[in-house]
């Protein structure tokens, strides 16, 4: 008997430089892709599943339970958006989930990618359509109101611009630019910080819109940085944005702490990245100061990833 076909498919993971949750709210943000993210294979099946992380999620077609674990519900939820027949799924993380990395949507971009690849899509929709879609579809099962910044990193890498009602578009980087991250604590559901947020705003709109909209004046004067290769500037404008979240209420004593440590050593500039409640820091660095900024992390046993990005053309 043939091995019946199948398809691999991989995605990045990602780092907010500027403007997480106030993306939620329409103001823009910017992010830089990582290298490393989620793989994925599929192969047609009678019966559909997925291992993911030492676990294996049976899901059946005909019954929808509340009792679901979230990662079933949205596979289930993926393989729909996509009419996809029944298939069995493997998948991967080379980041750690739920530290501000964009792990979910790394995974939910690799599966929508290696399940279209098998599938071949619909004719009726072009496939990176059709996989942005699918990996939404999931994202929200994990996110409840994502801002779509996430799924768009993983598709796209790569330093972008991103708006809610415009999407991602690349930005141009006038010098390489070099991020160092930390994974200082684990992280906080997405979804709780995000609430958290609104419930912030809903007890003080006018506070909360204050901060939101400052939030966005530094990711504007970010891309104007980040185009003229002034990084200095963008290191400054990352600290204050930091600040921010500090006011906002989704930074944490470890997460300042980690950035107050990588300022010492040198950064540019440091903030927490995603949604926050612990997770990552990032700093802005360059040749000289990386391995004084590592070194400190690490000497606190801090684990240190990189993030970079090449001089691109406008
Ligand atoms: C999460 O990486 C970024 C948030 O702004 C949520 C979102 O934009 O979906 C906190």
Redesign the pocket.
């Known amino acids: 008997m043939s091995p019946a076909p199948s398809a691999t498919a991989a995605a990045g993971g ?1 780092v ?1 430089l500027l403007g ?2 106030a ?2 709210y329409g103001s823009p ?1 910017l992010a830089l892709g990582l290298d490393r993210g989620a793989t994925a294979s599929v192969r047609l099946a009678q019966r559909t599943g997925l291992s993911l992380g030492g676990q294996h999620y049976a899901i059946d077609a005909g019954k929808l339970s509340s009792a679901e674990p979230a990662v079933a519900l949205a596979f289930r939820a993926l393989l729909g958006a996509l009419g996809a027949p029944s298939v069995m799924a493997e998948a991967s993380l080379q980041i750690p989930a739920g530290a ?1 990395l ?1 792990a979910s949507a790394a995974l939910g971009v690799a599966l929508a990618r290696a399940v279209v690849e098998l599938t071949g899509g619909s004719p009726d929709v072009p496939l990176g359509e059709a996989v942005s879609r699918a990996a939404m579809v999931w994202e929200n099962v994990f ?1 409840g ?6 799924t768009a990193a993983a598709e796209q890498g790569g330093c972008l611009w991103f708006t809610r009602s415009e999407g991602a578009r690349p930005l141009a980087v006038g010098g390489a630019m070099q991020v160092s991250v930390a994974l200082v604590e684990p992280g906080a559901s ?1 979804l709780r ?2 609430e958290a947020v609104a419930e912030r705003r809903r007890a003080d709109r006018r506070g909360v819109d204050l901060v939101i909209d400052s939030i966005a004046d530094l990711a504007r004067r970010a891309r104007q940085a980040i185009s003229l290769g002034d990084f200095t500037e963008l290191g400054r404008l990352m600290t204050q944005n930091h600040q921010l979240l500090v006011e906002l209420g989704v930074s944490t004593p470890g997460l300042d702490q980690a950035c107050g440590w990588a300022i010492q050593a040198g950064a540019l500039g440091a903030k927490l990245t ?3 409640g612990g997770g990552c820091v990032i700093a802005l660095v360059d040749d000289r100061t990386r391995p004084v900024v590592v070194e400190a992390w690490a000497r606190r046993g801090l684990t240190c990833l990189e993030a970079r990005c090449a001089a691109t053309q406008p």
Do not use: L, P, R
Request: glycine letters at 22%.
């Open positions: 990602k907010i997480e949750h993306v939620v943000a501000g964009g996110h109101n994502a801002s779509g910044i996430d997405t910080m995000v995603g949604a926050g």
